[in-house]
């Protein structure tokens, strides 16, 4: 059973003043009022959010329904984008592994995998027993799920009130706080780099090619960062 000490402790941390809750829910009201847009009903928005969670990857279903693509091309579309989630678990979940916990909670909490929730674990992990890691790490997966939903419901709710330039400034709210989350959390100087490498290359590789500017920023920039780290280390 999962411990519900720290189960609530790992939920109370959304309330904290680094918390990602705002953000978090206006981004979701930005998507609940897409939803609408779209012809879905409050459940099939709720569920759209609890089931895809991740942003980007709402964001995608959201587009490729709009375009009218089929179901299999929205499945691997999304699929595809929360890709990205990879190394986050594969850096997170080593550090709560532990043998007398059961594998059930490893694999149902593999959903709450996202920056937000893996920027509040990461940050406050080496204060939890690695025993009872995996139970907080719950608890903070189901309170952002949770402010995701609410901020759904309210999008959905109000989305007669939001035109498309709201929308598009709630959206980059997440990011933004991302951005910002990430630079304070680094400790070393090549994901300190990485992170303003991109920032500032993202810009200047958009004016000539839009589609692929966030890759090749990132790629470039992840490169130099790790070139650095390693001449450094050296």
């Known amino acids: 059973m999962i411990n519900k000490n ?5 939920y109370r941390s ?3 003043h680094d918390s990602p809750a705002i953000a978090l829910t206006c981004c979701f009201i930005a998507i609940g009022a897409l939803f609408k847009n779209l012809g879905f009903n409050i459940q099939e928005s709720i569920f759209s959010t609890v089931l895809t969670y991740a942003l980007p990857g709402s964001l995608v279903m959201a587009e490729s329904m709009l375009i009218g693509a089929s179901l299999l091309n929205i499945f691997l579309a999304v699929w595809i984008v929360n890709a990205r989630l990879y190394p986050m678990a594969v850096s997170l979940f080593p550090l709560m592994m532990h043998r007398s916990q059961p594998k059930w909670k490893y694999y149902f909490s593999c959903h709450f995998i996202a920056i937000s929730a893996w920027l509040i674990m990461k940050s406050n992990y080496k204060n939890i027993p690695k025993k009872h890691r995996i139970d907080y790490w719950i608890g903070i997966g189901s309170a952002t799920v949770s402010v995701s939903v609410i901020g759904t419901f309210l999008g959905f709710s109000f989305s007669e009130h939001l035109n498309k330039d709201m929308m598009l400034g709630l959206a980059i709210l997440n990011p933004v706080y991302f951005l910002c989350m990430m630079i304070g959390a680094s400790k070393t100087i090549p994901v300190m780099l990485s992170v303003l490498l991109g920032t500032i290359l993202g810009p200047i590789i958009y004016l000539f090619s839009p589609e692929w500017s ?12 790790y070139l650095v780290g390693e001449h450094s280390v050296s």
Do not use: S
């Open 6 to 10: 720290f189960f609530f402790k790992g």
């Open 14 to 16: 959304i309330f904290t």
């Open 214 to 225: 966030i890759l090749i920023a990132g790629i470039i920039g992840g490169t130099l960062a």
